[in-house]
C-alpha cells in the first residue's frame, strides 16, 4: 500500500510539472506578445511568477490531498498519514489561505495578459483552456471577458504610472473645489 501511495503521489507530482511548465512558457510568449512598453512586460512576467509559484503549491496540495483520501478510503484506517507516508518531503502543506489569495491576483494577472495578447487564435484558445482548467482545479474564478470598465482602470492606472514616473501632480478642472 505504501509503495502505491508514494507511486501515485509522484506520478501526480510529473503531471503537475508538466502542466506548469506548459502554462508558464505560453504564459511568457502571452506577455511577451503584448503591445505594451518592456517595463510592464517585465513587471507581468514578474508577478505572473510571484503568484503562480504560490498557486502552484495550492494546486498540488489539493491534487495530493484528493489521491491521499481516496488511499485513505480504501485502508479504512484513521492513523494512515502517519504510518504509510515518509517524512521525504513529498507532500506539500502550503498556508491555504495566503494560497487562495495570491491564486486571485494570478486570476487577474492572467485575465488581463489573455485580453491583451496577440498569439494566434489556437495558443490563446489552449492558454485559455489551460488557465480556466488550473483554477478551477484550485476553486478560484478567471473570467476572460473584457468589461468595459477595464479600459477606464487600466487608463487611470496608466496615467497614475506616468505621473509618478516625472513626479509631476496633475490636476484636472474637477480637482479644484467649488469656492
Known sequence: M?????QDLKSQKQKDDELFLEITNLMISAIQSTRVVQNIK????KQFFQYFTISKQLYSYLNQKAIIESHRHETNNPEFLSRYIPDDNLIINPPVNF???????????CRRVVLATRLDEKEKEKL???????????NSEINFEKNDDDDENI?????????????????????IPPK
Open 2 to 6: 505504501n509503495t502505491e501511495l508514494i
Open 128 to 138: 485559455k483552456f489551460l488557465l480556466l482548467n488550473f483554477f478551477i482545479s484550485i
Open 42 to 45: 517585465t513587471k507581468f512576467t
Open 99 to 109: 494560497c487562495e489569495r495570491s491564486s486571485n491576483e494570478l486570476a487577474d494577472i
Open 155 to 175: 487608463n487611470r492606472k496608466i496615467e497614475f504610472s506616468a505621473n509618478n514616473l516625472f513626479n509631476i501632480p496633475v490636476f484636472s478642472i474637477a480637482d
